[in-house]
T-cell receptor, first 115, second 111 residues
Framework: DTGVSQNPRHKITKRGQNVTFRCDPISEHNRLYWYRQTLGQGPEFLTYFQNEAQLEKSRLLSDRFSAERPKGSFSTLEIQRTEQGDSAMYLC?????????????FGNGTRLTVT | GNSVTQMEGPVTLSEEAFLTINCTYTATGYPSLFWYVQYPGEGLQLLLKATKADDKGSNKGFEATYRKETTSFHLEKGSVQVSDSAVYFCALPGGGNKLTFGTGTQLKVEL
């Protein structure tokens, strides 16, 4: 169990640029989640994959955000035309079963700063 | 939808003090309840859970009892250590396949 890996750890970008983050879940986990966390707040749900299918998206996920999990393994989260309000920690988590029976395993996150 | 409210921090305690972090929930039915912890520089990890009313979750000396009468899931530890310094999040299923988290309570334990 090598844990959930997220890259990069930090990203600084200028407003209007596009950014892409990567998440490598625990290998046997078929469920993958993206969350966003701002200072002093708890993680906010963005989207959920089961294998390669994106089954749920939050209303927080505007049309500038897109997530993929093409082969049911790693996932990418892209933000287009970044805004300063996108500055946050982006967290990825994975699990092997439903919420009641399997905990979420979180990565250390990617911290995005939009200048 | 389902939600949790937890006490604001930071909470500062001396080592060996008793800890309580309050969490109340609003939910349809009786969902599982969770406490997650985030140590400095690390990702969130599950601390404990309770899957039904009156259950007690426990781990690493921490306990929380699922009380449906008061819709609460308070986190307690009898004697905290410096190594318990972290941010603690109460959580529950928010509908669908997601967990909904509280705002987090930072705990600082001093010698």
């Amino acid at each position: 169990d090598t844990g959930v890996s997220q890259n990069p750890r930090h990203k600084i970008t200028k407003r209007g640029q596009n950014v892409t983050f990567r998440c490598d879940p625990i290998s046997e986990h078929n469920r993958l989640y993206w969350y966003r966390q701002t200072l002093g707040q708890g993680p906010e749900f963005l989207t959920y994959f089961q294998n390669e299918a994106q089954l749920e998206k939050s209303r927080l996920l505007s049309d500038r955000f897109s997530a993929e999990r093409p082969k049911g393994s790693f996932s990418t989260l892209e933000i287009q035309r970044t805004e300063q309000g996108d500055s946050a920690m982006y967290l990825c988590a994975s699990s092997s079963s439903d919420l009641a029976n399997s905990p979420l395993h979180f990565g250390n996150g990617t911290r995005l700063t939009v200048t | 939808g389902n939600s949790v409210t937890q006490m604001e921090g930071p909470v500062t305690l001396s080592e060996e003090a008793f800890l309580t972090i309050n969490c109340t929930y609003t939910a349809t039915g009786y969902p599982s309840l969770f406490w997650y912890v985030q140590y400095p520089g690390e990702g969130l990890q599950l601390l404990l859970k309770a899957t039904k009313a009156d259950d007690k979750g426990s781990n690493k000396g921490f306990e929380a009892t699922y009380r449906k009468e008061t819709t609460s899931f308070h986190l307690e530890k009898g004697s905290v250590q410096v190594s318990d310094s972290a941010v603690y999040f109460c959580a529950l299923p928010g509908g669908g396949n997601k967990l909904t988290f509280g705002t987090g309570t930072q705990l600082k334990v001093e010698l």
